[in-house]
């Protein structure tokens, strides 16, 4: 960020009055410059036992699979989003289920939110950033060929609390450069026991 | 939004080449100017049967009490976040346990996440952003001087549920210009029954 998107003058990058953190600020017009999270919003749809993934035509992770999900935009909601993704990029009709993670990935300033969801109909087809779109079986599933670690936790937690018998809700930190998923704030409802359907 | 922030050159509002929706595109280097919803973290700190409020010194609603949240930054999880806010404005220390409410408030693109707290002592002060803080029970909560609807509905919530015997997940959408709640994606695990301690 170099210049002020208000005015055009050249940015300052300093910490202002009142302010604890540095901000890009415009020394002509005043205008404080903020930068905060982005979220992701998608979901895991549901046929039978399977779940419906994407092959990616885009950069980053081109070729590898994922789920629907994208940048949440101005003026939807975290669900309106997640549907609409899932139709951008699998040509998918959903039903939206509970919010099933939250990851945190401050590293990149990034939220991600996946719903559960349950697939409609057969007459998915990929979107211009898909490649491919179809159903996996659990052992199907390309592990070693996931996109993103946000995508493989939210299908690990998936299959075993399907394989436990109940769905929670798991929020995660996924940090740099380690990779490890900590689990950080679990909320504890998210027992199988509490949970079973 | 009128100047790219990357080379300072006059932007067009148009859509871009595989995309759908208009954005702030510089024609000099082709940098795309995304705008997303911010989200709004803090939470509800817990003293014994009371909860511990802030009356903003700033504006928007100068004068009227909220619970301590504001702006997710750059290189925080949402509980760090919501750590942060409650620090600076009540200077109170807490313990966060689980996600407990989401709302969309779309016409502004916001998306509020609060926690439930712990306040871990009664050392709590006024931050800058705050004119007095304090702890209220339930029949002395000032309903008619609640800064925001967001905050209005957590507290309602709140003291529903507690009132129930159990604390729930709660997602809903605030939307402009009724105000009415809707609750959306209400999740099903958040029945006081599942969740009872």
């Known amino acids: 960020m170099n210049f ?9 990058f300093r910490i202002p009055e009142g302010d604890s953190l ?4 415009c020394p002509a017009c005043g205008t ?17 036992d399977k779940v419906l993934l994407c092959k990616r ?11 629907p999900a994208g940048f949440m935009e101005n003026g939807e909601t975290t669900a309106e989003g997640a549907l609409r993704e899932t139709w951008e990029e699998a040509g998918a009709r959903v039903e939206l289920g509970p919010l099933y993670t939250l990851f945190n990935l401050p590293h990149i300033d990034q939220v991600y939110f996946m719903f559960r969801a349950r697939l409609l109909d057969l007459d998915y087809q990929p979107g211009i950033e898909s490649l491919e779109v179809r159903l996996f079986a659990e052992h199907e599933i390309p592990w070693d060929q996931i996109a993103f670690r946000t995508v493989k936790a939210s299908l690990e937690l998936y299959f075993r609390d399907r394989a436990n018998g109940g769905f929670g809700f798991h929020i995660g930190d996924i940090r740099a450069p380690s990779g490890v998923l900590q689990p950080g704030l679990v909320v504890p409802i998210a027992t199988a026991a509490a949970v079973k359907e």
Not at 4 to 12: A, N, Q, T, V
Not at 37 to 47: A, F, L, N, Q, R
């Open 32 to 48: 404080i410059h903020y930068q905060n999270p982005k979220m992701v919003v998608g979901c895991i749809p549901e046929w039978e």
């Open 4 to 12: 002020c998107s208000h005015c055009g003058s050249p940015l300052e």
């Open 22 to 25: 540095p901000r890009h600020v």
């Open 57 to 67: 035509a885009i950069e980053p992770k081109y070729g590898l699979w994922t789920l």
